[in-house]
């Protein structure tokens, strides 16, 4: 299967404080990249979907200007948590699909963010 | 909307066969999935059925589709130790990479020696 990689993999920062968390596909163009929040003992809720080049579309109750994505290249997403609090605290997901990979959807390894 | 519901547990002991349940509402759903998560990672995909199939089977791993009964299951034959995590049912309901998965809340697999 194809290689989706997420870094960095464990973050703690200080509250007011921004994040970014990278997603790349490393050996396919992901058309379409997913984020996700998952609580402890969870599943994962969506919180947004990206396409390269276009705005990210987020799901209800997801503020986008606390969560901010950038889709820059067909192998690159970013997200940044803006002006982190300790309710953000979380482990965060991302998601690839697309090219020849269009049916299965590929996840890194996943963020693990800590707000102190 | 979409739903899909998975029970929470399961316990076997090593070397027995484990049937994990998933039931889903979307009656469009087009492709379903099972991942598997470890603690502390992300998503591995094992594997998936398109909604037109029944059955599929790959190595110890066998999906079953009940598409009238929107029911599907994973069944692991000979369960190790090793494969104690949690797994997830998961739906899509288009063929596109556009498309987001919908997720069950996923099912913690315990196999014991």
């Known amino acids: 299967g194809a290689v989706v990689s997420q870094h960095p993999s464990r973050v703690i920062c200080k509250s007011g404080t921004s994040v970014k968390i990278e997603c790349r596909s490393l050996?396919?163009?992901?058309?379409?990249m997913f984020w996700y929040r998952q609580f402890p003992k969870q599943s994962l809720m969506l919180m947004a979907t990206?396409?390269?080049?276009?705005?990210?579309?987020?799901e209800q109750g997801v503020e986008k200007d606390k969560f901010l994505i950038n889709h820059a290249s067909l192998t690159l997403s970013t997200l940044t948590v803006t002006s982190a609090h300790p309710e953000d605290s979380s482990f965060y997901i991302c998601?690839?699909?697309?090219?020849?990979?269009?049916?299965?959807?590929?996840f890194g390894q996943g963020t693990r963010l800590t707000v102190v | 909307g979409e739903d899909v519901e998975q029970s929470l547990f399961l316990s076997v002991r090593e070397g027995d066969s484990s049937v994990i349940n998933c039931t889903y509402t979307?009656?469009?759903?087009?492709?379903l999935y099972w991942y598997k998560q470890e603690p502390g990672a992300g998503l591995q995909l094992l594997t998936y059925?398109?909604?037109?199939?029944d059955m599929k089977q790959d190595q110890r791993l066998t999906v079953l589709l009940n598409k009238k009964d929107k029911h599907l299951s994973l069944r692991i034959a000979d369960t190790q130790t090793g494969d104690s995590a949690i797994y997830f049912c998961?739906?899509?309901?288009?063929?596109?990479?556009?498309?987001?998965?919908?997720f069950g809340k996923g099912t913690t697999l315990s196999v014991s020696s």
């Open positions: 998601s690839a699909r697309g090219g020849e990979w269009y049916t299965e959807a590929f």
């Open positions: 979307d009656s469009s759903s087009t492709y």
């Open positions: 998961a739906e899509s309901t288009a063929n596109q990479a556009g498309t987001a998965l919908i």
């Open positions: 990206s396409n390269e080049g276009s705005k990210a579309t987020y």
């Open positions: 050996d396919f163009q992901a058309t379409t």
């Open positions: 059925i398109f909604s037109n199939m």
